[in-house]
């Protein structure tokens, strides 16, 4: 497929949306900060409990173990488990080593599910409902179907449809996920873009076919820490779902 | 499982909703209009192109035609289909037999996505918006992917997901799909209440471990034809969503 040229942010006001008809969104971290939701929620729990946990370097390590723990199915050295598994199990091995070890099951069960109650960045809702008018929205996370529609309602985001790599037995990147999400709300791939903060996603939904959009979200792994860049050849760029609803005239 | 009493309908307001988290919704016939959306839509085409077509007979032979449809699909006699597919299948013996063999591709398609484009029953918006604040609310319909997502844009159903057979490969009432309505959840059968018009679905989930309400639909086939009526044993019994969401507390 012929790649449209860079729309330089902020210029492309009247650029036609490409024949795009759905626009699929990365979850974490692209609609909803994970890092600062952990975080709030944990120091809350810390002046709750007293405890002392240190949660950025907590969310930072719950983070970084989770593409391992799916590289692990990909291999075939786990069978299919849902993102609330790998979570759980990632969870387990941080319990041991921040302390927290001795609680009880369903406390460990509802800490898990943080990730089913993280907040939107604060353009995500409003940026969306704009979105909306115009195109069919729906998630392609990695996240499963549950944790996605609990947290749709927790930070009132408003989707159209509910898609996860889940639904496709793949997780992203793997081209299943963008090809079957095209496919189950009947597109062509070329009719739905990817949106994303992330340059490995945008690449690999390129790749399959779909249109692709980068938003910036320079606050994703923290302050001081370099978010990613836009990849080679994305069809736009915005700072915020506000100016990607602008840039595609929604 | 051991099922609860019959409540009679309007003296249940307390009754606690048994440990219910979510509610699953049949849509054709349940939640939107198939048979009077189509006769509207249909005589709306009659002044536009100066037909004379019965839209009652036409829907009515559309509807029929779609159990027959499955059935094939269930027999292995035709591979998975959606219904988009089935629909067209039956859309297009119908368009010799009215006399519209001649339509072009594209008014064709247009005509089959009739189906995308219900309206809901009048109380059928109110009532989800209530039901959502207490629950998780989501279809579990024949209906595709796309075909739902697209309803509830058109009709402004405020789904929190949209669950459908196609995501299970199985149609309604095989009971893959309310075990794998309530897995995509997260949630136990038990914990998941199927509301529909029609009883074969509700004993088709009551089966499969699901609590079940009925809503009293009795226009869906048209004025002067019988409505189904609701199954032994089911949990509550409604004459609307508003009903139905005074009986749950929400």
């Known amino acids: 497929m012929k790649r449209r040229e860079f729309v330089v942010s902020g210029l492309a006001l009247m650029a036609p949306p490409l024949g795009v008809q759905a626009l699929v969104f ?6 909803v900060d994970w890092r600062g939701s952990i975080i709030r929620e944990g ?6 409990r007293g405890w002392k946990i240190d949660w950025a370097a907590f969310a930072d390590k719950w983070r970084a173990g989770y593409g391992p723990s799916m590289d692990k199915v990909r291999r075939g050295e786990l069978p299919w488990k849902r ?12 319990l041991d080593e921040f302390g927290l070890a001795s609680l009880r099951e369903a406390e460990k069960d509802h800490l898990n599910r943080m990730w089913h109650r993280l907040h939107g960045w604060p353009d995500a809702v409003a940026g969306l409902t704009r979105l909306k008018k115009k195109f069919v929205i729906a998630t392609l996370s990695n996240g499963n179907v549950s944790l996605l529609t609990n947290m749709a309602r927790f930070a009132g985001l408003p989707w159209d449809c509910v898609l996860s790599a889940e639904l496709m037995r ?15 709300l009947g597109l062509k791939p070329g009719e739905v873009m990817m949106v994303a ?17 980068f938003v910036e979200r320079p606050l994703e792994y923290g302050p001081g820490r370099k978010a990613d ?11 915020d779902f506000l100016e990607l609803a602008s840039l595609l005239g929604a």
């Open 26 to 31: 990365d979850v974490f971290g692209t609609v």
């Open 43 to 48: 120091e809350s729990l810390n002046r709750a």
């Open 83 to 94: 993102i609330d598994e790998l979570h759980r199990m990632v969870l387990d091995r941080l």
């Open 170 to 184: 793949h997780y992203k990147p793997d081209p299943e996920c963008y090809l079957g999400a095209a496919d189950l």
């Open 197 to 213: 903060a992330h340059a490995g996603d945008l690449r690999a939904a390129a790749k399959a076919g779909l249109r692709t959009a």
């Open 229 to 239: 860049s836009p990849p080679a050849g994305v069809d736009y760029k915005a700072k």
